[in-house]
C-alpha cells in the first residue's frame, strides 16, 4: 500500500534519543584485537636478512648501514638494519608475517600524525 | 503620526531588519538543528548560520563576463527588499499591525512573489547553463504553488469580511470558531509555503545532485549571503503571516493583561507570536526531512491535483460558513 | 533537423562520485541519447602488478577498489591457486566466503544511502549508513580494519574467527536482518520514493541479455544470472540460499533486489557461523608460481569480477587482466537513459552502481591493423593532444 511519510514514527523517536555521532577525541571507540598501527622493532632479535624490505608492497621498508655492528652467531656480524618509514606503510602486516626471527610487531595505537616527515621513522 | 526616529527604530531595528536578521538567523538554525536530530546527528551550534553569513561577506566577490551586469548585481537587493516588507502588515504584538492598510493581505501577497521571479531573473542573467535551467524551474513552479497560496488566504479574507490582515486577526480573536473553518487551508498553505521557500520535496530549482548549484550557481560572497538572507526571512515572514492568518485566534486584545498598572499585553502577544512562528518552522522542517524531492512535473501534477482542488474547496466552505447563521460578519 | 541541445554532465560534478562525462542530448527536459567517456582516473594497476611479486600484488590488487576490495583479492587468490594446484583448507574457503557476504552487505547499504541521496532524499541515506557502520563493526572485530582488510593470502587467510567473537556476530547479524526488513518495507510503501524510482531507466530482459549486463542490474531484469550459483566457487556449493530477481526492470527492481540480496546474505552468513568447519587457515604456497594461466571468475557486490592471471615460472606475474563488473554495464547504461527525463538522470546512471575506480582500464583496438595493445596514459595523452594539434 503506497503511502507518503512511512519514515514519520522513527524520526520522532530520533529525536528524544542521544545522537549516533562519536564526539571522538572526547569519546573514544575501542580498538579490536592486534590492530595495525604502531610498527615495533626489536633489536637484539633482527639479524638484517632483508626479507622484511623484499616483501614490502608498499616500498616502507629502507636498508641502511648497521652502525652499531651487532656480532650475529658463527662469528659474523650484522651488516643492515630496516628502517620504516610510517607514512609510506600501508599496514598491511606482511612484514611481521615474513620475519622469520619475529623482531617485527606491529601493535595498537592511532592518531600517528606528525608534522616533519623525517621524524616518523622506526628507529628513530 | 509618527515622527522620523520612530520610523527609524522601526524599519531598522524592530520589527524591522535587525529584528528580521536575528529572528531569520534562528529560523534558519532552528531548522537545520531539528533535521539533524531527527537524523539522529548532532547538527549546527547555534552561531552557525551567523558564521556562515559572515564568511559568505568576505569572499571574493566574481562576475562572470557574459552576464548583464546590472540584473546580475542588483536584483538579489530587490528581492531581499521585497521579502522584508510585508512584516509591517502583519499583526506581531497587538491585533494591530504597525501600519495596516486596507488591501495589504494583497500586497503581501504580491511582495512574495518576487523572491521567486528575482530567481528566475537571477537564472536568466547569468548566462550559463545550469543557472538557466534553475530558473525555468523556478518560473515553472510558480504555476503550480501560487494558485493555492492565494486560494487560501483569501478564503481567511472571505471569513473576515475584509483583506487586511489586523482585520482577520481581529475577527478571529473574537470569533474562534473561524479557525476551525480555516483547517484545511491551513494545512495546504503550509506545503504551498514549502514550495514557496524551495524546499525539499520542492527544492527542484537547486537540485543539488542534478543541476549544480542551481539558480544561485555563478553567484559568491556577498551576493550569494543576501539570497540566503532572502530565504531565512522568506521563511520568517511566511511563517509569520500563517501564524497571523491561520493561528489569528491564539492572540489576545489590548489590555486584556494589566499587571501593576501597565499593560503587558504587547509581551504576551509577542511570546504568543513567536511560539505560533517557531511551530510552523517546526513543521515546515517535518516534511523537509520526510519526503524525497519530487520530479517537476510531478510537482505540477500533486499541485493542481491535490492543493488547488483543496483550495477550491477551502473556499467554498468559507463562503458558506459566512453565508450560514454561524459565521456572518460583525 | 532541429539540433538538440547538449548538456556535459562531469567530470566533475556532485552527483557522481568519481569522475567520468555524460553528454547528454537533451530535447527540452527529455533526453535523447547519451555518450559516456571514462577513464578519467585510469592508474595503470594492470602494468603496475608485473612488477611486483605474488605477495606484494595482493596489497595493490586490494586497492584497485575500496568498497569491493576483498572480491578482487579474493578472485586473484583464486587464479593464482589454480596455476599452482593448491588446495585450500575448508576453513579458510568458509572464512571467505562469510567476509564477501559481509563486504556485499556493506556495499548494497552504500548504494541505498547514494541512491536516497540522488532522488534528494537525505534522511534515508543517514539512516542506512547508521546501519552500516554495525557491519564495518563486525568486519572491523574479525579483520583488524573496516576497509581493505588484508585478510586473504595465497593459500588461505591470515587470521581466524574467534569463539569468543561469535556472540556478536551473531547478534549484529540478527539486528541488521530487522533493520533491512524495515528499509525494504519503506521501500515498497513510501509514495515520493515510489514516484522517483518506478518505471525509470527501462531494461527490457531481450536487450539486457542482448549487452550482456551483469550483477544486480540484469537480476533486476528478470535473468537469473549470479555467479555464485551457476558456477560455485570457495564455500557456496555447501550453502543454502536463493538468487533474488524482480521483473520490473527499472530502477525500483534493482533497489529490490539489492535488499533482497542483503537478506540472503544474512541468512547465509549465519549458515556459516553455524557450520564453520575446523582445521587450520592457511597452507604454505611457494613463491614462485609455474608457468601457466588460470581465468576465474567472482560474484562481486556489482555484478561478475573476471580475472586473467598468465605467469611465466618467476615470482612476478608475466600479465593480470582485470574485467570489473561496471566496465559491462556501460553501454546498458547507455541504453537506459534514452527517454527519461534530465531530472532522473542521477538517479538512473547509479542504478548500475558505477565503481569507476574498478573499470579504468584502456583497451586499443585498431581495426585497420586487426592489432590490440595495452597503452599507458602518457601515450594516450600525447595521442589526445596530437589528434587536437596541441603539442
Same mark, same amino acid.
Given at each position: 500500500?503506497?503511502?507518503?511519510?512511512? &519514515?514519520l514514527?522513527?524520526?520522532?523517536?530520533h529525536?528524544?534519543k542521544?545522537p549516533f555521532?562519536?564526539l571522538?577525541?572526547q569519546?573514544?571507540w575501542?580498538?579490536? +584485537?592486534? !590492530?595495525?598501527g604502531?610498527?615495533?622493532?626489536s633489536?637484539e632479535?633482527c639479524?638484517?636478512c632483508?626479507?622484511?624490505?623484499?616483501?614490502c608492497?608498499?616500498?616502507?621498508?629502507e636498508?641502511?648501514e648497521?652502525?652499531?655492528?651487532?656480532?650475529l652467531e658463527?662469528?659474523r656480524?650484522r651488516?643492515q638494519?630496516?628502517i620504516?618509514y610510517?607514512d609510506?606503510?600501508?599496514r598491511?602486516?606482511?612484514c611481521?608475517?615474513?620475519?622469520?626471527?619475529?623482531a617485527?610487531h606491529?601493535?595498537?595505537?592511532?592518531?600517528?600524525v606528525?608534522?616533519?616527515?623525517?621524524?616518523?621513522r622506526?628507529?628513530g | 503620526?509618527?515622527?522620523?526616529?520612530?520610523v527609524?527604530? !522601526?524599519?531598522l531595528?524592530?520589527?524591522g531588519?535587525?529584528?528580521?536578521?536575528?529572528?531569520g538567523l534562528?529560523?534558519?538554525?532552528?531548522?537545520?538543528k531539528?533535521y539533524?536530530?531527527?537524523?539522529n546527528?548532532?547538527?549546527?551550534?547555534?552561531f552557525?548560520p551567523f558564521?556562515? &553569513?559572515?564568511k559568505?561577506?568576505?569572499k571574493?566577490?566574481?562576475?562572470p563576463r557574459n552576464?548583464?551586469?546590472?540584473?546580475?548585481?542588483?536584483?538579489?537587493?530587490i528581492?531581499?527588499?521585497a521579502?522584508?516588507t510585508? #512584516?509591517?502588515n502583519?499583526?506581531?504584538w497587538s491585533?494591530?499591525?504597525?501600519?495596516?492598510?486596507?488591501?495589504?493581505?494583497l #500586497?503581501?501577497?504580491?511582495?512574495?512573489?518576487?523572491?521567486?521571479l528575482?530567481?528566475f531573473?537571477?537564472g536568466?542573467s547569468?548566462?550559463?547553463?545550469y543557472?538557466l535551467?534553475?530558473g525555468f524551474?523556478a518560473?515553472t513552479m510558480?504555476f503550480?504553488?501560487?494558485v493555492?497560496f492565494?486560494?487560501?488566504?483569501?478564503s481567511?479574507?472571505v471569513?473576515a469580511?475584509?483583506w487586511?490582515?489586523?482585520?482577520?486577526?481581529?475577527?478571529?480573536?473574537?470569533?474562534?470558531? *473561524?479557525m476551525?473553518?480555516?483547517?484545511p487551508?491551513?494545512i495546504?498553505?503550509?506545503l504551498?509555503?514549502?514550495a514557496k521557500?524551495?524546499?525539499?520535496p520542492?527544492?527542484?530549482?537547486?537540485?543539488?545532485t542534478?543541476i549544480?548549484?542551481?539558480?544561485?550557481?555563478?553567484?559568491?560572497g556577498?551576493?550569494?549571503a543576501?539570497?540566503?538572507?532572502v530565504?531565512?526571512?522568506?521563511m520568517v515572514?511566511g511563517?509569520?503571516l500563517?501564524?497571523?492568518?491561520?493561528?489569528?485566534g491564539?492572540?489576545?486584545l489590548?489590555?486584556?493583561?494589566v499587571?501593576?498598572?501597565?499593560?503587558?499585553?504587547?509581551?504576551?502577544?509577542f511570546?504568543l507570536?513567536v511560539?505560533?512562528?517557531?511551530?510552523i518552522?517546526?513543521v515546515?522542517?517535518?516534511?523537509r526531512?520526510?519526503?524525497?524531492r519530487?520530479?517537476?512535473?510531478?510537482?505540477?501534477d500533486?499541485?493542481?491535483?491535490?492543493?488547488?482542488?483543496?483550495?477550491?474547496f477551502?473556499m467554498?466552505?468559507?463562503v458558506? !460558513?459566512?453565508?450560514s447563521s454561524?459565521?456572518g460578519?460583525? | 533537423m532541429?539540433?538538440?541541445?547538449?548538456?556535459?554532465v562531469g567530470?566533475?560534478h556532485?552527483?557522481?562520485?568519481e569522475?567520468?562525462r555524460l553528454?547528454?542530448?537533451?530535447?527540452?527536459?527529455?533526453?535523447?541519447?547519451?555518450?559516456i567517456i571514462v577513464s578519467f582516473?585510469?592508474? *595503470?594497476v594492470?602494468?603496475?602488478?608485473?612488477?611486483?611479486?605474488y605477495t606484494?600484488?595482493l596489497?595493490?590488487i586490494?586497492?584497485?577498489c575500496?568498497i569491493?576490495s576483498h572480491?578482487?583479492?579474493?578472485?586473484f587468490?583464486?587464479?593464482v591457486?589454480?596455476i599452482?594446484g593448491?588446495?585450500?583448507?575448508?576453513r579458510a574457503q568458509y572464512i571467505?566466503? @562469510?567476509i564477501?557476504e559481509?563486504? +556485499?552487505?556493506q556495499?548494497h547499504?552504500?548504494w @541505498?544511502?547514494v541512491?536516497?541521496?540522488?532522488?534528494?532524499?537525505?534522511? @534515508?541515506l543517514m539512516?542506512?549508513?547508521k546501519d552500516?557502520e554495525?557491519?564495518?563493526d563486525?568486519l572491523?572485530l574479525?579483520?583488524?580494519?573496516?576497509v581493505?582488510?588484508?585478510l586473504?593470502?595465497v593459500g588461505?587467510?591470515?587470521?581466524d574467527?574467534r569463539e569468543e567473537?561469535? %556472540?556478536?556476530?551473531?547478534?549484529? &547479524?540478527g539486528f541488521l536482518?530487522?533493520r533491512?526488513?524495515y528499509?525494504?518495507?519503506?521501500?515498497? %510503501? %513510501?509514495?515520493t520514493?515510489l514516484?522517483?524510482t518506478?518505471?525509470l531507466?527501462?531494461l527490457?530482459?531481450?536487450?539486457?541479455?542482448r549487452?550482456?549486463?551483469v550483477?544486480?542490474?540484469i537480476? *533486476?531484469s528478470?535473468?537469473?544470472?549470479d555467479v555464485?550459483?551457476?558456477?560455485p566457487?570457495?564455500?557456496y556449493g555447501?550453502?543454502?540460499?536463493?538468487?533474488?530477481?524482480?521483473?520490473?526492470c527499472?530502477?525500483?527492481g534493482?533497489? !529490490?533486489?539489492?535488499a533482497?540480496?542483503?537478506?540472503q546474505s544474512?541468512?547465509m552468513?549465519?549458515? #556459516?557461523?553455524?557450520?564453520l568447519?575446523g582445521?587450520?587457515?592457511r597452507?604454505?604456497?611457494?613463491?614462485?608460481?609455474?608457468?601457466g594461466?588460470?581465468?576465474?571468475?567472482?560474484?562481486?557486490?556489482r555484478?561478475e569480477l573476471?580475472?586473467?592471471v598468465?605467469?611465466n615460472?618467476g615470482n612476478t606475474?608475466?600479465?593480470?587482466?582485470i574485467r570489473?563488473?561496471t566496465l559491462?554495464?556501460?553501454?546498458v547504461?547507455?541504453?537506459m537513459?534514452?527517454g527519461v527525463?534530465?531530472?532522473?538522470?542521477?538517479i538512473v546512471t547509479d542504478a548500475?552502481?558505477?565503481?569507476l575506480c574498478?573499470?579504468?582500464?584502456?583497451t #586499443?583496438?585498431?581495426?585497420?591493423?586487426?592489432?590490440?595493445m595495452?597503452t599507458?596514459?602518457?601515450a594516450?595523452?600525447?595521442?589526445?593532444?596530437d589528434?587536437r594539434?596541441?603539442?
Open positions: 500500500m503506497r503511502k507518503p511519510g512511512v &519514515l514514527p522513527l524520526l520522532f523517536e529525536l528524544l542521544k555521532t562519536l571522538y577525541p569519546e573514544q575501542p580498538l579490536p +584485537r592486534d !590492530y595495525r604502531m610498527i615495533v622493532w633489536n632479535a639479524t638484517g632483508r626479507i622484511c624490505f623484499t616483501v608492497s608498499a616500498k616502507a621498508i636498508m641502511v648497521d652502525l652499531e655492528k651487532k656480532p658463527k662469528g656480524v651488516k638494519i630496516p620504516f610510517l609510506r606503510c600501508m598491511c602486516a606482511q611481521e608475517e615474513s620475519c622469520p626471527f619475529d617485527i606491529l601493535t595498537g595505537g592511532v592518531g600517528l606528525g608534522y616533519i616527515r623525517q621524524k616518523m622506526v628507529p | 503620526m509618527t515622527s522620523p526616529l520612530d527609524a527604530l !522601526y524599519l531595528i524592530f520589527p531588519f535587525l529584528f528580521l536578521l536575528l529572528f534562528f529560523c534558519e538554525w532552528l531548522d537545520r531539528v539533524a536530530r531527527m537524523q546527528r548532532v547538527g549546527p551550534p547555534i552557525q558564521a556562515d &553569513l559572515v559568505l561577506l568576505g571574493e566577490d566574481i562576475i552576464v548583464d551586469r546590472v540584473l546580475f548585481q542588483y536584483t538579489p537587493l528581492a531581499f527588499a521579502v522584508m510585508p #512584516i509591517f502583519i499583526p506581531i491585533v494591530k499591525a504597525l501600519f495596516p492598510l486596507q488591501g495589504d493581505l #500586497i503581501t501577497l504580491y511582495l512574495l512573489t518576487i523572491p521567486t528575482a530567481l531573473v537571477i536568466w547569468s548566462v550559463s547553463l543557472p535551467v534553475g524551474r518560473a510558480l503550480g504553488f501560487e493555492p492565494i486560494l487560501t488566504c483569501l481567511a479574507g471569513i469580511g475584509s487586511s490582515i489586523s482585520d482577520i486577526t481581529a475577527h478571529l480573536a473574537l470569533q474562534p470558531v *473561524g476551525l473553518v480555516l483547517v487551508g491551513f495546504i498553505a503550509l504551498a509555503l514549502e521557500l524551495e524546499r525539499t520542492f527544492d527542484i530549482p537547486h537540485a543539488e542534478e549544480v548549484g542551481g539558480t544561485l550557481t555563478e553567484y559568491s556577498k551576493k550569494l543576501v539570497m540566503h538572507l530565504d531565512d526571512i522568506g515572514v511563517s509569520s500563517l501564524a497571523a492568518i491561520f493561528l489569528g491564539f492572540i489576545f489590548d489590555s486584556s493583561f499587571l501593576y498598572g501597565t499593560d503587558i499585553t504587547p509581551w504576551i502577544n511570546i507570536y511560539a505560533k512562528s517557531l511551530i518552522v517546526f515546515l522542517t517535518l516534511v526531512t520526510l519526503f524525497a519530487l520530479r517537476i512535473d510531478q510537482m505540477l500533486f499541485s493542481w491535483k491535490y492543493l488547488a482542488i483543496g483550495g477550491l477551502q467554498f466552505i468559507a458558506m !460558513y459566512v453565508g454561524v459565521g460578519i460583525p | 532541429k539540433e538538440n541541445i547538449v548538456i556535459p567530470p566533475q556532485p552527483s557522481f562520485k569522475p567520468m553528454d547528454l542530448s537533451v530535447d527540452g527536459e527529455k533526453v535523447v541519447s547519451a555518450d582516473n585510469h592508474r *595503470g594492470e602494468k603496475a602488478t608485473e612488477a611486483r611479486t606484494q600484488n596489497y595493490l586490494e586497492r584497485v575500496g569491493c572480491s578482487h583479492v579474493n578472485c587468490c583464486q587464479a591457486e589454480e599452482l593448491l588446495e585450500v583448507p575448508e571467505r566466503t @562469510f564477501g559481509l563486504e +556485499r552487505m556495499s547499504l552504500f @541505498f544511502g541512491a536516497g541521496h540522488m532522488i534528494g532524499w537525505d534522511t @534515508f539512516y542506512t549508513w552500516r554495525r557491519v564495518n563486525m572491523e574479525t579483520t583488524g580494519n573496516r581493505h582488510y588484508a586473504n593470502t588461505g587467510v591470515r587470521r574467527i567473537d561469535m %556472540e556478536r556476530l551473531k547478534r549484529g &547479524l536482518e530487522e533491512t526488513r528499509y525494504m518495507h519503506v521501500m515498497t %510503501e %513510501e509514495e520514493f514516484k522517483r518506478v518505471g531507466g527501462l527490457p530482459t531481450e536487450m539486457a541479455k549487452l550482456c549486463a550483477g544486480p542490474t537480476r *533486476g528478470n535473468v537469473k544470472f555464485r550459483a551457476d558456477d566457487y570457495a564455500a555447501d550453502l543454502d540460499f536463493s538468487v533474488v530477481t524482480s521483473d520490473t527499472d530502477v525500483w534493482r533497489t !529490490y533486489v539489492k533482497g540480496e542483503v537478506l544474512i541468512r552468513c549465519n549458515q #556459516i557461523l553455524d557450520e568447519p582445521g587450520e587457515v597452507v604454505k604456497a611457494p613463491s614462485r608460481v609455474p608457468a594461466e588460470a581465468v576465474t571468475r567472482y560474484e562481486a557486490p555484478g573476471i580475472y586473467y598468465k605467469s615460472g606475474p608475466e600479465r593480470i587482466k570489473s563488473p559491462a554495464n556501460w553501454l547504461m547507455t541504453e537513459l534514452k527525463y534530465i531530472a532522473d538522470v542521477p548500475i552502481d558505477p565503481c574498478c573499470s579504468g582500464r584502456v #586499443i583496438t585498431d581495426h585497420s591493423r586487426g592489432e590490440r595495452v599507458t596514459l602518457d594516450l595523452r600525447k595521442r589526445g593532444m589528434r594539434g596541441i603539442s
